[in-house]
Nanobody, 124 residues
Framework: QVQLVESGGGLVQTGGSLRLSCAAS????????MGWFRQAPGKGREFVAA????????AYADSVKGRFTISRDNAKNTLLLQMNSLKAEDTAVYYC?????????????????WGQGTQVTVSP
């Protein structure tokens, strides 16, 4: 089992940057593919980015490509999301998630474990 705790959210102005962290417990972090999702008020959960077990493969939603960077440090059981050039439409609760399989990595139902989320608010 993997327990996930996100941090790093907050209020930032348009064009600013934030770095989200996800701390994982347990010794199985490196065996899981990891993803970031977000959910804005009144909307469904949306895929943001994913990274493979070793970190060699990454993928991004078109809406964040070129602005966000996902990375992981398996030695520290940590997942990161560097968010630059933030826009008002990036405002959401951001969740990290762990999956056993890379198949369907953009689909939230493919992930087995979830954190509690961290709020990101981008002011116009």
């Amino acid at each position: 089992q993997v327990q996930l705790v996100e941090s790093g959210g907050g209020l930032v102005q348009t064009g600013g940057s934030l770095r989200l962290s996800c701390a994982a417990s347990g010794r199985t972090f490196s065996s899981n593919h990891m993803g970031w999702f977000r959910q804005a008020p009144g909307k469904g959960r949306e895929f943001v980015a994913a990274i493979s077990q070793t970190g060699r493969t990454t993928a991004y939603a078109d809406s964040v490509k070129g602005r966000f960077t996902i990375s992981r440090d398996n030695a520290k059981n940590t997942l990161l999301l560097q968010m630059n050039s933030l826009k008002a439409e990036d405002t959401a609760v951001y969740y990290c998630a762990a999956a056993q399989s890379w198949s369907g990595f953009t689909q939230d139902q493919r992930y087995d474990y979830w954190g509690q989320g961290t709020q990101v608010t981008v002011s116009p």
